[in-house]
């Protein structure tokens, strides 16, 4: 735990020292929906319409698959830690330490996490301003096993993403340059998960690649709770399938790395 | 010789630009979009695609030689400055072409149309040379800050917005659109949809005026930018260092 907390600290400390781009960084999020909503909002009559299938309050639609994803994201993305500390050439170093390697992953995915908590405060007020301030559109009432399920499929998505972070931090050490399997994953993983559409507009082979995805069942599950939007399970079956996919996900994803990290230590590849 | 080397990222570049753009289009089919607003849409990311590359490459690439630590052997050479910025805007160029060909074997796939014309190319052409003109100014800012990452991807996505890349700039408030017209990347959308829309480069022949006065203009003030950064870099001696 100490582990985890010097590693949050020290990039808590470069964070700071570099406060403009922690700065800008908060208003990426919004930026990237922005202009999502302003389609939507401008293109009303003008070209699109809405349906039974839209949601109602687009705003709080967009936001909401915006931030669950920032989410997701931050978890994931610890791998681009390892790639920075394998390009500045201290990654031998680091890895030669005895600190465990589940605490150096708890504090890279610690500090981002801890980023994008207050990167969201800003969207999550949004939200909020979007369904308080649109006449009718307010939350329908969660009840408590409601609420337990919406924190459960957040939560459940961020252990999902774990097993991703583990797998791609294994590919990172054995194959060093894999920066662009990591963006096309990155890319590919909102589009995939319907962050801001729903999965079933995209065409059938797709649909089955996005069904793999822990994340478009958390999504789709949130987002039915939230704002009572259709679903495309039930929602204890999407539960059921959404823990059975993160449990998968982690298993698989560290089995992966422990493979891969032994591979690249025995070829001598870690300090390359 | 790096893109070949390392042939995944060539693979990255040919899927990740629509999985980036198709959101947006994804979510205007959502809504019901008609082929024209589709279209549009789709014309508006591509080219929002472009300032991003150019940026990423021409502006923000000296910071990737700055990271791994070869920036100050590149420009000690005695070798002016404008080879190297000259080969990057070169790769952007390259490169934008390949991500937008790709984009557009992607698109009918999933439903988008594509209309294929010989005077867009001209437009591209005119796009290039003035995202190429902005981005050597966001160069000069990266070698003075070092870690402008993020304030990069804020102006990309703020210019993207504010030149109506995924709806008209006229439907913006009149004050926004004082600034949009500051920005070339709203004359180069409004010009590639005329174009697209009508198959005439004369509907889209103020727009390139447009673009070229923008090039002539901000090309030699970008260059002066650099130049200070790069003079103000060596005197303090982190050319090579964070």
Redesign the interface.
């Known amino acids: 735990m100490r582990a985890a907390l010097t590693v949050f600290r020290y990039i808590l400390l470069g964070d700071l020292r570099y406060r403009s781009e922690f700065l800008w960084s908060t208003l990426n999020p919004l930026m990237w929906i922005l202009p999502a909503i302003l389609m939507v909002h401008f293109g009303l009559g003008e070209g699109l319409q809405s349906g039974p299938g839209t949601p109602v309050n687009y705003v709080a639609f967009f936001l909401t698959g915006a931030i669950y994803w920032n989410y997701v994201e931050a978890v994931w993305s610890l791998c681009f830690y390892l790639q920075e500390a394998m390009e500045g050439g201290v990654l031998e170093a680091l890895w030669a330490t005895t600190v465990p390697r589940v605490a150096l992953f708890g504090g890279w995915s610690l500090s981002k996490l801890f980023s994008v908590t207050l990167q969201s405060a800003a969207g999550l007020v949004l939200v909020v301003l979007a369904m308080v301030g649109a006449p009718g559109q307010a939350l329908a009432p969660v009840t408590p096993v409601q609420a337990a399920q919406a924190t459960l499929a957040a939560l459940a998505s961020i252990v999902a993403s774990y097993g991703l972070a583990f797998l791609l931090v294994g590919l990172s050490l054995v194959y060093r340059d894999v920066e662009s399997i990591i963006s096309m994953v990155g890319n590919a993983a909102p589009f995939i998960g319907g962050m801001a559409f729903s999965v079933t507009l995209l065409p059938l082979p797709l649909q089955v690649i996005s069904f793999l995805f822990p994340f478009t069942w958390g999504l789709d599950l949130f987002r039915g709770i939230v704002f009572g939007s259709p679903t495309i399970l039930a929602p204890a079956g999407e539960l059921t399938v959404l823990v059975a996919l993160s449990v998968f996900y982690v298993a698989a994803g560290y089995l992966g790395f422990v493979y891969m990290e032994k591979t690249a230590r025995r070829c001598g590849l870690v300090a390359h | 010789m790096y893109r070949i080397r390392?042939p995944?990222?060539l693979?990255?570049l040919g899927?990740?630009p629509f999985?980036?753009v198709?959101?947006?289009l994804?979510?205007?089919?959502?809504?019901?979009?008609?082929p024209?607003?589709q279209l549009?849409?789709a014309v508006g990311l591509i080219l929002w695609y472009w300032l991003s590359q150019f940026f990423w490459i021409v502006g923000f690439g000296l910071r990737d030689e700055m990271?791994?630590g070869v920036l100050e052997s590149l420009l000690v050479v005695p070798r002016p400055l404008c080879p190297l910025m000259l080969a990057k805007f070169l790769d952007s160029f390259l490169v934008s072409s390949y991500t937008t060909a790709t984009m557009l074997v992607w698109f009918p796939?999933?439903g988008v149309p594509v209309r294929l014309l010989p005077a867009q190319a001209v437009v591209l052409l005119c796009t290039g040379l003035a995202l190429g003109a902005l981005s050597v100014l966001y160069a000069g800012m990266v070698l003075v800050?070092?870690?402008?990452?993020?304030?990069g991807?804020?102006t990309q996505?703020?210019i993207?917005?504010l030149s109506g890349?995924?709806?008209?700039v006229s439907?913006l408030p009149r004050p926004v659109q004082v600034v949009s017209a500051l920005i070339p990347l709203t004359y180069a959308i409004r010009a590639m949809r005329a174009v697209t829309i009508t198959g005439s480069l004369s509907a889209a022949r103020a727009d390139l005026a447009a673009l070229v006065g923008f090039t002539v203009v901000v090309a030699p003030l970008g260059w002066y930018v650099l130049n200070a950064a790069y003079a103000r870099a060596r005197r303090q001696g982190t050319l090579g260092e964070f």
């Open positions: 390392y995944a990222t693979a990255n899927i990740s999985l980036i198709g959101p947006y994804m979510a205007a089919r959502m809504w019901g979009a008609d024209e607003f549009k849409v990271w791994e796939v999933f800050v070092k870690r402008a990452g993020a304030f991807s804020a996505e703020a993207g917005i890349m995924t709806f008209s439907r």
